[in-house]
């Protein structure tokens, strides 16, 4: 009998493809769901119909389930967390639910005796109250006292953190990925932020480009790290970010011009001005979530997933076009 991994998120973006990713390498699979009605949704996301893969109802804001979830299992991939639409009214609403929601995942975890636990984190742990123009590593942690973080990062932060207290003085393993901005193919309805600007791109929803970068990395990698995360003795008690390479939007633009042809008649060239964009985000949720990276550069170094885990990602062109084709 193969180990059990229990994958909270199942039914999200990074969640879906670290279930499949696990099955296709012989582990059995229990993921989480909020509503047993999502567990057809998730078999036919992942191509799994066996015994393979099972399911647990539980929620990250109530304790009911979790003891039961973690029956038999050997691992945890905590994926799940509250990712918002729009700017909340205030930020608690999303970081008081992913911080205690990690909490409530890894105090059952202890209790169940699982060997390690492996959370997502995100480079919005990491990036944050440095300026730019660097290259950042495992070491580095964003500082919202240097600068001003949004709901979404801050949850991220502080749940990282939150967790690495945790396991400080317990014996149980804690392993951490921190991707950058995630791009490839969805398996369902749930997509990445990125997803939602090159939908934008490929309809002209956007005049112009803003002045954007982003530390790129696929959907399919961070699914191969996480496992990597899981089982490697290098990796317990380590955190990881994870990126290929970095590309602006401007570069994104042109990879879709010039691949995707007709598809891509509606792709804007011109660049667009930081105060007009920033005067649309106040009308436009999505765009909100990404203002603060206008004109910063910021990459990210994945040397230690490289060296320490033979991690390799595929070129970010790849994870680009796969997902617009996809869209």
Known sequence: MSDLVLVTGGTGFIGAHCVAHLLKNGYQVRTTVRSPQREADVRAMVGEEGPSLSFAVADLTADPGWDEAMTGCKYVLHI???????????????????????????????RAGVRRTVLTSSFAAVKYGHGDQRVFTEADWSDPEREQMAAYPTSKLVTERAAWDFVRDIDME?????????F???LGPDRSLYAGLVEMLLRGALPALPRMSMAVVDVRDVADLHLRALIDPA?????????????????????LREHLGEDAAKVPTRTLPDWVFRLAARFNPKAALVVSELGVVREISSAKARDELGWTPRPAPESVLDLARKL
């Open 174 to 182: 804690l392993a951490v990925v921190a991707p950058g901005a995630v």
């Open 235 to 255: 990796a317990a008690g380590q955190r990881f970010l994870a990126g290929s390479e970095k590309l602006t939007l401007a570069q994104v633009a042109a990879l």
């Open 184 to 186: 490839g193919p969805a």
């Open 80 to 110: 799940a967390s509250p990712v918002p639409q729009s700017q909340p009214r205030h930020p608690d609403e999303v970081v008081v639910p992913a911080r205690e929601g990690a909490l409530r995942v890894l105090r059952a975890a202890h």
